[in-house]
């Protein structure tokens, strides 16, 4: 069935003045990347996955480069600026030392980031110590504080838009957890007083700041020194700081590229659980279909976008109609006409109530009787008081007789027969996994029930498993059970390429980023000697000794030769000790036709490049 997006996801009048829209608004983010250019920035490593050293400066660039790319993706209406501190040259509004903004032409300061912003993002490390230059900007004998100033510039930037319309933060990269811990006695805690009441007149503004420390491999950032006081922490929240902290930096460097939605209300609906009880309840789209964006058609000669519109023109006269085109239903041989807003009066079957019908037990609801995702629903006391009261009554009870409710959407265009699930919320540690509340799901009717094909009308003639062969499926599917799955662990490959291109094309890149397919089995775990077996053991319990990958099970001339191949590369692959040239490294060494031989023995795939027939080979020695 077609989804509706339109239908199923619309929101009620998106107007300016309406508070959806107003919602969507406050979603913008005004965000600053402040950023520490010491010198202790760029002598400071730490190993990378590639095993190599890379500088904290480098670290903190590169996530700001990722988070950038792929913001242009999720949230495209959002604004940044990327602000050095501790440098050698200033550039900034304020006109103050050791602080830097970076920009580039026809781009304002705090702006929507740009292809050419980025890409000479991409190249600062290049000519950072010639064009902005590194050096202490807090120093013993000098009333300088880049800190300070930093954040004073941070906060005239973030002056832009209302904090009632947008969230507005300040990210703050740095590996010095004492920033003033040069400086001795009264100038320090002048110092360390007037940056903290600086960055409360900030958090005062609506403004947000967050601290993301980078600690050296041998030592620990200690917050608590300065940032925990400037960021208010204190208790639990200190103590659980750096874990969370130290994902989110790894969560910036390796973001998905995929479009961030809000969650917001679809609609609001009254529940008529009774004559003279009805509740509120707001309704929320948890699962929508994602589609790349929709392609925008240009006039070639001005590039301005170009304006489409339909029109009908008479399939005899091929003059176009000028009055509206009327819609007809065959019936009896006769064609019955109607006009749009007949239409629109025949469907109309109902008003845009949810009314109760009863209650059953949850096994009367089979999993495949939906048509469509399913809406999330929550009660709201704005229109109707009690209604929190009533539905947590109701939803508790559903839980503890394990029934779910049967009731009827009258959505005005697709009335549809329903069941209301309810959900229990589960907490762990890291806080709240799922909310409670019901969940929705669209009932087919009778009229949309397809009956099953019968295959086999004789049932003595339907084909049976032995128990050997059942037993030989669960072994296998032991073998092969997907730890800790999740549908949130698989992202769209198709989906992913496509803003892979886009970013490609648009930052002019002579490469063409990688992109990691999920979707793809994992090829190293099936050739892992217990799946291999399993796999065997299952096949030969079906189909016996006279198997045929090609699907005839009789012996065919091509099978009676793989198998020659096989015994006769088992008899090949005996002359050479596997493990002892798998410990030195040389298997490198060999050649392919050597390497085949020792796949063909044990049945495993031998094709791919040799890196790859030499990485099956150790995996399946368990190397």
Known sequence: MELDPDDVFRDDDEESDNEFYQEHEATKEYVVYLVDASPKMFSTTCPAEDQTDETHFHIAVSCIAQSLKTQIINRSYDEVAICFFNTRKKKNLQDLNGVFVFNVAEREQLDRPTARFIKEF????????????????????????????????????????????????????????????????????????????????????????????????????????????MIGLEGDDLALFMPSAGQKLEDMKDQLRKRMFSKRIVKRISFIIANGLSIELNTYALIRPTVPGAITWLNSVTNHPLKTERSFICADTGALMQEPAKRFQPYKGENIKFSVQELSEIKRVSTGHLRLHGFKPLSYLKDYHNLRPSTFVFPSDKEVVGSTCIFIA???????????????????????????????????????????????????????????????????????????????????????????????????????????????????EDDMPEIKDETVPDEEGMARPGVVKAVEEFKLSVYGDNYDEEGDVKVSEASRKRKAATENAAKECANYDWADLADKGKLKEMTVQELKLYLMAHNLSTTGRKETLISRILTHMGK
């Open 394 to 508: 109701l939803h508790r009870s559903m839980l503890r007789l394990k029934r779910f409710a049967v009731a009827f959407y009258g959505n005005p265009s697709n009335p549809r027969l329903v069941a209301l699930v309810a959900q229990d919320e589960i907490v762990r540690a890291g806080g709240q996994v799922e909310p409670p509340g019901m969940h929705m799901i669209y009932l087919p009717y009778s009229d949309d029930i397809r009956p099953v094909e019968e295959l086999h009308s004789d049932t003595d003639a339907v084909p049976r498993a032995s128990d050997d062969e059942v037993k030989k499926a669960a072994a296998l599917m032991k073998r092969i059970d997907l730890k800790d799955f999740s549908v949130c662990q698989f992202a769209n490959p198709s989906l992913q390429r496509h803003y892979t291109v886009l970013q490609a094309l648009a930052l002019e």
């Open 122 to 229: 991409d190249h600062i490390e290049e000519s950072f110590e010639k064009e902005i230059g590194s050096q202490y900007g807090i120093v013993s004998g000098s009333r300088e504080n880049s800190l300070y100033n930093a954040l004073w510039v941070a906060q005239g930037l973030l002056r832009k838009g209302s904090s009632k319309t947008a969230d507005k933060r300040i990210l703050l990269f740095t590996n010095e957890d004492d920033p003033f811990g040069s400086i001795k006695g009264a100038a320090k805690n002048d110092m360390a007083r007037t940056t903290m009441q600086r960055a409360k007149d900030a958090q005062d503004l609506g403004i947000s700041i967050e601290l993301l420390p980078l600690s050296p491999p041998d030592e620990e950032f200690k917050v608590s020194h300065f940032y925990a006081h």
